[in-house]
């Protein structure tokens, strides 16, 4: 009699890893009222997952694990849920006010955002970039003061980081950081996969006065390797009508705007 309960058991946990795969985590209530079983047979499950490596146990649930999978080169990820990401850069453009200085961080989004400020710069405005791809777009364009970074380069983003980025930084101030991520999970804040990347992130974080992050709605509940800034220090999301109304609502909740478009 104990073959069958086992195999309900294992049946009922890759449906659980279906559902975080899915989701980016996944609640103790959920597994109750999803699978008809009791709160202690939910905790069990999700421990013995937490222990083979299949999920991050946190408190009242799991969470995905760290993002493994290798970074796609950006001519690939440039194809990538293409209209989502130029609906995210019209809208962050059109925040974009004349005089101002702005920093545009690395990333296919940010490119977009990139394009539709040379199409349409508003007057005077100075752009910081430490992104290859976006400071060539925009040197084509003689009505933007442009300022790059320079630093140690990474080829999977064409971005410049490191310490000289870091200190250039340190002396800069801006109105504006238009933040790309590489994953946003709503309870521990926005990742990306390269420590040095993160570390010049927060130095453009510390010297703006308002930050927003472009993220494409599958970015949410994805974890990576270093943490850029939790929710404390972001004003808003511009994200796309993909966005599950659950993270949106717990996003508000923080104070953090968000925009679906």
Known sequence: MSKPSRLLTEERRREILGVLDQNGRITIDEVVKRFGVSAVTAR??????????????????GIKPLTAKPEHPLLV???????????????AAAMIRPLQTVILCTGTTSYELAR???????????????????AMLLAENPNISLVMLGGILRHTSTALVGPQAEQTMHSLHADHCFLSTVGLDI??????????EAQLNRRM?????????LADSSKFGRRSLSLIADWRQVR?????SGAMDEDIEKLCRRGVEVIRV
């Open 205 to 213: 974080i510390e010297s703006s006065a308002e930050v927003t992050v």
């Open 187 to 196: 309870e521990v804040g926005l990742t990306t996969l390269d420590i040095m």
């Open 236 to 240: 808003r999301v511009i994200t796309d």
């Open 44 to 61: 069990s499950d999700l421990d013995a997952l937490s222990e083979n490596g299949s999920l991050i146990r946190s408190h009242g649930g």
């Open 116 to 134: 539709e400020v040379r199409q349409n710069p508003p007057q005077n405005i100075t752009v910081i970039t430490y992104a290859l791809n976006v």
């Open 77 to 91: 990820r440039q194809e990538m849920r293409r209209q989502e990401k130029i609906r995210i850069g019209q809208a």
